[in-house]
């Protein structure tokens, strides 16, 4: 009776738990634990900041348990920096970085952001310190602005503060740990020793070995064909080559107005400069709206207002600043975190884009009509008297006759001699509608005429 009252709760028990472990084990098999690697192996810039914020919304949208960075970068801009790593403090679920090399400058950063660091044998972290395009040490604006973010993003994540900003700092003197006059630099080993490093590792799975994760389901992030695209056309040398497409495009449609190809053309290559700039958080509104203003001054000076003012200097000094600011990472004109060398690539590509394309306009807009292309759109047949083809001209000697302009010369249009209407062109200079002329010439039924 004793036995029957012991053996029975403990049947019970035992079909309790075993019905629990089927349970869980029914759970693990159905609900993998999800882990998302995304690499950070480039310069830091405006491509791998929106390279990372694809990256974490994908891992929203799959439900990732685990964030892993395989990183291995120099560094490169530090507003994009900040950025990336407000993204990775924001993020919900763990962040962990595997340095598979270096982790330098605007790497380390990153790196202290996750909530984990580990490294491979022989990488690296650290020299954060702000950078030049031309190598040299940044005003110390910029150090103390990046002193202040490796500081707090170490505190945030139980981290040494004043070894963050050692990295950034070489007046900085920790005992036993640097001297001054160099900034730190940490070995695998030497990290694990300061705690900015949990664990010595080779690979991401060994990472997920030594936190106890099994069976997961890993997902490598890649951006997709679109978005590769895009990330090209960041490309300053390619910002340069559209510039020269735009312009080509408008110059050419002016010289064969209705051909529709060039202008359409252009069009393409303006929306291929803009949207991948406004996407990765570059263009602003109003640096666009400031673009299509310094066209329309453009075309307004070419088409309504004769000569070459006040519409046309704005309208070109408008458009170049614009194009130029479309590519930095600039606050309202607050150039004081925007690199030197940005600034410098920015402006060689715009005003390299607008040279290509008046040299374009010099030496190929002659060479337009030859091309089989534009012969198929174009009119180019002659009429030979041969043929029997004949031409109007002017039945009387017009020569020094003297006359108004019935139309704006820009520097053809049509004037008015006697009362009749004659088709006209002048030496270049612009005459205005109502001003008196002059006929100096005759070209078959086409008068040459001047100011009179």
Same mark, same amino acid.
């Given at each position: 009776?004793?036995?029957?009252?012991?053996?029975?709760?403990?049947?019970? =028990?035992?079909?309790?738990?075993?019905?629990?472990?089927?349970?869980?084990?029914?759970?693990?098999?159905?609900?993998?634990?999800?882990?998302?690697?995304?690499?950070?192996?480039? +310069?830091?810039?405006?491509?791998? !900041?929106?390279?990372?914020?694809? /990256?974490?919304?994908?891992?929203?949208?799959?439900?990732?348990?685990?964030?892993?960075?395989?990183?291995?970068?120099?560094?490169?801009?530090?507003?994009?920096?900040?950025?990336?790593?407000?993204?990775?403090?924001?993020?919900?679920?763990?962040?962990?970085?595997?340095? %598979?090399?270096?982790?330098?400058?605007?790497?380390?950063?990153?790196?202290?952001?996750?909530? /984990?660091?580990?490294?491979?044998?022989?990488?690296?972290? *650290?020299?954060?310190?702000?950078?030049?395009? @031309?190598?040299?040490?940044?005003? @110390?604006?910029?150090?103390?602005?990046?002193?202040?973010?490796?500081?707090?993003?170490?505190?945030?994540?139980?981290?040494? $503060?004043?070894?963050?900003?050692?990295?950034? @700092?070489?007046?900085?003197?920790?005992? /036993?740990?640097?001297?001054?006059? #160099?900034?730190?630099?940490?070995?695998?080993?030497?990290? !694990?020793?300061?705690?900015?490093? +949990?664990? #010595?590792?080779?690979?991401?799975?060994?990472?997920?070995?030594? %936190?106890?994760?099994? %069976?997961?389901?890993? @997902?490598?992030?890649? &951006?997709?064909?679109?978005?590769?695209?895009?990330?090209?056309?960041?490309? $300053?040398?390619?910002?340069?080559?559209?510039?020269?497409?735009?312009?080509? *495009?408008?110059?050419?449609?002016?010289?064969?107005?209705?051909?529709?190809? $060039?202008?359409?053309? /252009?069009?393409?290559?303006?929306?291929?400069?803009?949207?991948?700039?406004?996407?990765? *958080?570059?263009?602003?509104?109003?640096?666009?709206?400031? &673009?299509?203003?310094?066209?329309?001054?453009?075309?307004?000076?070419?088409?309504?207002?004769?000569?070459?003012?006040?519409?046309?200097?704005?309208?070109?000094? !408008?458009?170049?600043?614009?194009?130029?600011?479309?590519?930095? %990472?600039?606050? =309202?004109?607050?150039?004081?975190?925007? $690199?030197?060398?940005?600034?410098?690539?920015?402006? =060689?590509?715009?005003?390299? *884009?607008?040279?290509?394309?008046?040299?374009?306009?010099?030496?190929?807009?002659?060479?337009?009509?030859?091309?089989?292309? =534009?012969?198929?759109?174009?009119?180019?047949?002659?009429?030979?008297?041969?043929?029997?083809?004949?031409?109007?001209?002017?039945?009387?000697?017009?020569?020094? #006759?003297?006359?108004?302009?019935?139309?704006?010369?820009?520097?053809?249009?049509?004037?008015?001699?006697?009362?009749?209407?004659?088709?006209?062109?002048?030496?270049?200079?612009?005459?205005?509608?109502?001003?008196?002329?002059?006929?100096?010439?005759?070209?078959?039924?086409?008068?040459?005429? #001047?100011?009179?």
């Amino acid at each position: 009776m004793i036995r029957k009252t012991i053996v029975t709760p403990l049947l019970i =028990f035992m079909c309790i738990v075993g019905f629990a472990q089927t349970t869980s084990s029914t759970k693990s098999a159905e609900g993998k634990p999800k882990v998302m690697v995304m690499d950070i192996k480039a +310069e830091i810039d405006p491509r791998m !900041l929106r390279y990372v914020k694809l /990256s974490l919304e994908h891992a929203e949208k799959i439900n990732a348990d685990y964030v892993i960075i395989d990183m291995d970068t120099y560094g490169g801009v530090l507003t994009d920096a900040k950025e990336i790593v407000d993204l990775i403090m924001d993020f919900k679920k763990p962040i962990w970085v595997f340095i %598979n090399s270096d982790a330098a400058s605007a790497g380390a950063l990153i790196s202290i952001a996750c909530d /984990s660091i580990y490294m491979s044998p022989g990488a690296s972290i *650290g020299a954060a310190t702000v950078v030049e395009g @031309d190598g040299k040490a940044a005003p @110390d604006k910029y150090q103390s602005y990046m002193r202040s973010i490796m500081r707090s993003t170490a505190e945030e994540n139980h981290r040494d $503060p004043r070894i963050a900003e050692g990295m950034v @700092d070489e007046r900085v003197v920790i005992d /036993s740990i640097k001297q001054a006059g #160099k900034v730190i630099t940490f070995t695998t080993n030497e990290a !694990l020793k300061y705690h900015y490093c +949990e664990a #010595k590792v080779n690979s991401i799975e060994e990472i997920l070995e030594r %936190n106890k994760i099994k %069976n997961y389901e890993l @997902d490598h992030f890649e &951006l997709g064909a679109t978005e590769k695209i895009i990330a090209i056309f960041l490309n $300053p040398f390619i910002s340069g080559l559209l510039i020269l497409c735009i312009l080509g *495009g408008i110059y050419f449609e002016f010289q064969a107005p209705g051909t529709l190809f $060039p202008i359409a053309a /252009s069009l393409v290559a303006l929306a291929l400069y803009l949207v991948p700039y406004y996407l990765n *958080g570059l263009a602003e509104y109003w640096e666009i709206i400031t &673009l299509m203003i310094g066209i329309i001054l453009l075309a307004a000076e070419i088409f309504v207002i004769p000569g070459f003012g006040v519409a046309g200097v704005l309208g070109i000094s !408008l458009t170049v600043m614009s194009l130029i600011l479309i590519m930095l %990472n600039n606050d =309202f004109f607050n150039f004081e975190f925007v $690199p030197f060398g940005d600034i410098v690539k920015a402006t =060689f590509a715009t005003l390299g *884009g607008l040279a290509g394309g008046a040299l374009l306009l010099f030496f190929g807009g002659a060479r337009l009509s030859e091309t089989k292309a =534009f012969k198929r759109i174009a009119l180019t047949d002659t009429q030979e008297s041969s043929q029997g083809y004949t031409v109007r001209t002017n039945e009387q000697n017009l020569v020094g #006759k003297t006359g108004t302009a019935y139309t704006v010369l820009r520097p053809s249009g049509k004037v008015m001699i006697d009362g009749n209407v004659y088709d006209a062109f002048t030496r270049g200079e612009y005459i205005q509608k109502g001003e008196a002329i002059e006929v100096i010439g005759t070209e078959g039924i086409t008068l040459k005429v #001047k100011s009179h």
